[in-house]
């Protein structure tokens, strides 16, 4: 079945689908904490980049590397670095469809489950545009990949010990590349237990203790490493990341991610009903089970458990859970072409006609927030293209001021160097990390600290084209 041809159709159509939406839109220009992890991977050795929290406030070595591979290869362009972030993304795609297609054994699941995912514009848009993003793109696949391996496990008579070893190494690989990785270990166990039941099988086996022991392992030398990393904890919380025990804040992070989940592919869904109504079919869900339902919300609970008491809340928040409730789309698919039919003379275009308003919508989402990190990366390029271009050269221990009267929102400045990144900015545009930079507001106060001169330099908006020119003195 994995290798039919019908499979290789879907796979094909989904990557062609991915490549042409994105490929025209990444690798404008870096934006955010973009330059942040950059910076760190460019001046930071490469012992203390694998034991210390770099770029945020969050232990992920493996994603680190990655940067640092970047920096050598690619120095400062986005564009490779883009690329690479969309290829992963569609890796994730096929192994969703692979891992799909092996639950329910059905084409038409695991074609549903792969292009309801892709849909998902909030989560799917930060993990390709924004490269800063990349741990939940790389943690998302060794994640999937644990999964599969699991399947694999159950189903193994002579492989099994292979089986585990693979379970194993995908899993920690997960963990090492974005922290939410941890609740691999509770997923692995629960696809256990539900493939098992659906075969009639014990729950647990003996085997199992050893590959408990090997995943607990893994998580033992990672929260090891992670407690000499510096990163946040709900103990020790940063400024911006903080975990709190609210109803309130549980209850609102819930439904917002439910609602860029499952609430988008329930959209979806009654768009796969109308078609089929008009096809004929009387939509029934008799194939849709209990095991369907909660192994989907079992695996959606548990990726999103890392989240649901932080206090900052982000679209890629709902990258893996999405993944987790298109498996349920998946499964609902599969009932809805399996009812009964009573075939109408009507053309294919008016049938499909409900699926192609909903796909076109929600790709028009897509395009749209898309956009809008287009606009940043080509101002934050333009930016420092200039400033490089007005000063080619600066001294050691220079303060770099970039000035603004007001923000350029047409442009989205200063929106890309948000976060006080303009200084990694800098540095990175100069190759000096003993440079400091700072965006002003003209007239308010600022101070160039330790530095030993100063460069002004000034933001305005010529022709409607955002343009750097030197400051005048005040």
């Known amino acids: 079945m994995i290798y039919s041809l019908a499979s290789k159709t879907h796979l094909l159509t989904l990557i062609a689908f991915h490549l042409a939406l994105y490929l025209p839109m990444i690798g404008h220009g870096l934006v955010f904490d973009d330059f942040r992890h950059l910076y760190s991977a460019a001046f ?3 012992q203390y980049g694998l034991t210390r929290v770099q770029g945020g406030p969050f232990f992920d070595p493996l994603v680190w590397l990655t940067f640092k591979a970047d920096w050598m290869l690619w120095g400062g362009r986005s564009f490779p670095m883009a690329a690479e972030n969309l290829l992963l993304h569609v890796a994730n795609i096929v192994m969703l469809y692979f891992l799909t297609l092996r639950l329910w054994q059905s084409q038409i699941a695991a074609w549903w489950a792969a292009l309801g995912f892709a849909l998902l514009f909030p989560a799917n848009t930060w993990a390709v545009m924004y490269i800063a993003t990349r741990g939940h793109v790389i943690g998302a696949f060794f994640y999937l990949g644990a999964l599969i391996a699991a399947l694999w ?3 193994a008579m002579r492989h099994q010990v292979m089986a585990g070893i693979v379970v194993i190494v995908c899993a920690g690989l997960s963990v090492f590349a974005k922290e939410s990785g941890v609740t691999v270990i509770a997923a692995v166990f629960i696809m256990l237990a539900c493939e098992r ?3 009639k099988q014990k729950v647990f086996s003996r085997g199992d203790i050893l590959l408990f022991i090997g995943l607990a392992g893994v998580l033992a030398v990672y929260l090891g490493l992670r407690a000499q990393s510096g990163a946040v904890t709900p103990s020790a919380p940063d400024d911006n990341y903080s975990y709190a025990l609210s109803l309130s804040r549980l209850g609102d992070n819930l439904l917002r991610y439910a609602w860029r989940t499952y609430g988008l592919l329930a959209i979806v869904a009654c768009a796969i009903g109308a078609s089929q109504y008009l096809r004929g079919v009387r939509p029934q869900l008799r194939l849709l089970t209990r095991r369907d339902v909660f192994l989907s919300m079992m695996l959606f609970a548990v990726t999103l458990g ?11 928040y709902s990258y893996l859970p999405g993944m987790a409730a298109a498996l349920l789309l998946g499964a609902v698919a599969r009932s809805l072409y399996a009812a009964p039919a009573k075939p109408r003379p009507l053309p294919v275009a008016l049938t499909s006609l409900p699926i192609i308003l909903v796909v076109a919508s929600l790709m028009a989402f897509t395009i749209g927030q898309s956009l809008k990190w287009v606009l940043m990366g080509d101002v934050s390029r333009a930016v420092l293209d200039q400033i490089a271009a007005q000063q080619p050269q600066v001294k050691p221990n220079t303060s770099v001021v970039l000035k603004y009267s007001e923000a350029d929102r047409e442009h989205r400045f200063p ?5 006080g990144v303009f200084r990694d900015a800098v540095r990175l545009l100069y ?4 440079l400091d930079g700072k965006i002003i507001r003209r007239g308010e106060p600022y101070s160039i600290g330790e530095a030993s001169s100063e460069i002004q330099l000034e933001y305005i908006v010529v022709d409607r084209q955002p343009t750097i020119r030197m400051a005048s003195r005040n």
Do not use: E, K, M
Not at 306 to 316: D, G, I, K, Q
Not at 415 to 419: E, P
Not at 431 to 434: A, L, T, V
């Open 153 to 155: 496990y159950v189903h």
């Open 197 to 199: 039941q659906s075969l």
């Open 44 to 46: 930071q050795s490469l």
């Open 431 to 434: 190759r000096d990390p003993s």
């Open 306 to 316: 890392p989240f649901l008491l932080l206090s900052v809340r982000s679209a890629t």
């Open 415 to 419: 929106d890309a160097f948000a976060g």
